[in-house]
């Protein structure tokens, strides 16, 4: 993730926890795989990836470590998601 991408991710983060959903930002540069173990140590059930291709295609990939299921979810529609 570089550093338009963290600013972009950031602000999602932030419309997130004014709605009342706990999220953190992974920070450091690292593969995707680190990033996860990170998330699955801190047993965060879903990972939220979002990269240029998501930005450009205004969605994100929601992930639910517990099953493995991925799927994308429109930013509009994210805080829906998990307030359901």
Same mark, same amino acid.
């Given at each position: 993730?570089?550093?338009?991408?963290?600013?972009?991710?950031?602000?999602?983060?932030?419309?997130?926890?004014?709605?009342?959903?706990?999220? #953190?930002?992974?920070?450091?540069?690292?593969?995707?795989?680190?990033?996860?173990?990170?998330? #699955?140590?801190? =047993?965060?059930?879903?990972?939220?990836?979002?990269?240029?291709? #998501?930005?450009?295609?205004?969605?994100?990939?929601?992930? =639910?470590?517990?099953?493995?299921?991925?799927?994308?979810?429109? &930013?509009?529609?994210?805080?829906? &998601?998990?307030?359901?």
């Amino acid at each position: 993730m570089g550093d338009d991408e963290s600013l972009f991710t950031f602000g999602i983060m932030q419309q997130l926890r004014e709605k009342g959903i706990p999220c #953190e930002m992974y920070h450091e540069f690292a593969k995707i795989a680190k990033q996860f173990s990170y998330a #699955e140590k801190k =047993n965060i059930e879903y990972v939220i990836i979002i990269g240029s291709k #998501e930005i450009e295609q205004q969605h994100c990939l929601v992930k =639910n470590l517990g099953t493995g299921v991925q799927q994308a979810v429109a &930013f509009e529609k994210l805080a829906a &998601f998990f307030q359901s």
